[in-house]
Structures are given as structure tokens and as C-alpha cells.
């Protein structure tokens, strides 16, 4: 415990180094990076080896100012992660339902061809007549679908799971457009 009452813990957070890099107070959770971009970000860390997370840090300038509002930039990390893991395909029924109501709920919020399923089917319709849906989606619900697709598929990746973790990691970055496709970016 370091004198100031935070555990100082031997593999940073990309997030908590994202926080120090904006000037923001010592945190996993920057109000500069998008809740969605920071839910993955944190899985990843906490799946991923220590050796792992130090490939990690040289990605924290890519999530500064990532912090926009709206339903697609949540929705397309959302349909990413979710796509990821449904495509490797060890997850219990639970998990599998719970992620297929996730991608099905993302791609409506993309292209509203498909319904949203699960509980988003009267929440989003309820929130969005006073304005709620998005920021509700955006810190509470797609946070939580990003954190289980990325643990089941750390769950599925065995012998690289770092590699396969990181690559993950910079594609929500380049689907949220924090990295031009293309462009070159950390290893």
C-alpha cells in the first residue's frame, strides 16, 4: 500500500497510465476514454500475462480524448468483442445466449435491421423517450457485454492468448476510430 492509500500494483493498468498521461487523477476508469474502449482495455489487462500487459502500455496514447458520445461507437466495440468470442465457440449456454442477445441488441443499435433482444427490447425504446438510452448502453450495459466476450475469449485463446488479447484490444481502438485502418500502430 503506497502512502497515499492506493495499492501500487507491479503491472499498471493501461487505463491507470492512460489517466497519469491526460493529467487525470490515478485511475483504471479516465473520463477522457470511452467507458466502452476502458471495459475492454481493463479485461484484457486482467487476462492477459504480466509480460502480456507491458505490450500493453505502449497502446494508452491511442484511448486519450476517445470519450464521444453515442450509441455507434459503444455498439460497434460491443459487436466486435461479441463477434470474437461467439466465433470461438467454447462458452457455456448461458454465455452463449447472454453474448448472441448482446450482438443481436449491438447490431439493431448499428443498422436497425435486426431487433434488440433480452431486456434491451424494453429498456432502449423506455430510456430513449427521455433521452437515457445512450448513456445508460454506453457505462452500464455494453461495459458489461465487453468484459464477458473478452474473458470467454481469453478463455478460448490457450498458447496465445497475449497476442490474440492485444490484437483484440487495437481493433475495438480502430473500430472506435482511435486508430486509422491502415495506420500503423504499437506492437
Request: with cysteine.
Amino acid at each position: 500500500m503506497s502512502e497515499y492509500g492506493r495499492v501500487v500494483r507491479p503491472d499498471p493498468c493501461v487505463m491507470e497510465l492512460v489517466s497519469k498521461l491526460a493529467r487525470e487523477p490515478w485511475t483504471d476508469r479516465p473520463s477522457c476514454v470511452h467507458p466502452t474502449l476502458s471495459a475492454a482495455a481493463r479485461a484484457v489487462h486482467d487476462h492477459t500475462s504480466s509480460a502480456g500487459r507491458r505490450e500493453l502500455l505502449p497502446l494508452a496514447p491511442k484511448f486519450i480524448n476517445t470519450a464521444r458520445p453515442g450509441l455507434e461507437v459503444s455498439a460497434r466495440v460491443v459487436a466486435l468483442c461479441v463477434s470474437t468470442a461467439l466465433a470461438g465457440g467454447d462458452m457455456t449456454g448461458d454465455e452463449a445466449q447472454r453474448l448472441h442477445g448482446a450482438h443481436q441488441t449491438a447490431l439493431h443499435l448499428l443498422t436497425g435491421r435486426t431487433e434488440p433482444e433480452g431486456a434491451a427490447r424494453w429498456w432502449l425504446p423506455l430510456l430513449g423517450r427521455f433521452g437515457w438510452s445512450e448513456p445508460f448502453y454506453r457505462t452500464f450495459v455494453a461495459t458489461e457485454q465487453v468484459a464477458e466476450a473478452v474473458a470467454v475469449t481469453a478463455r478460448q485463446a490457450n498458447s496465445d492468448r497475449d497476442r490474440r488479447l492485444r490484437q483484440l484490444l487495437k481493433q475495438c481502438l480502430a473500430a472506435h476510430g482511435a486508430l486509422r485502418p491502415g495506420a500503423p500502430t504499437p506492437s
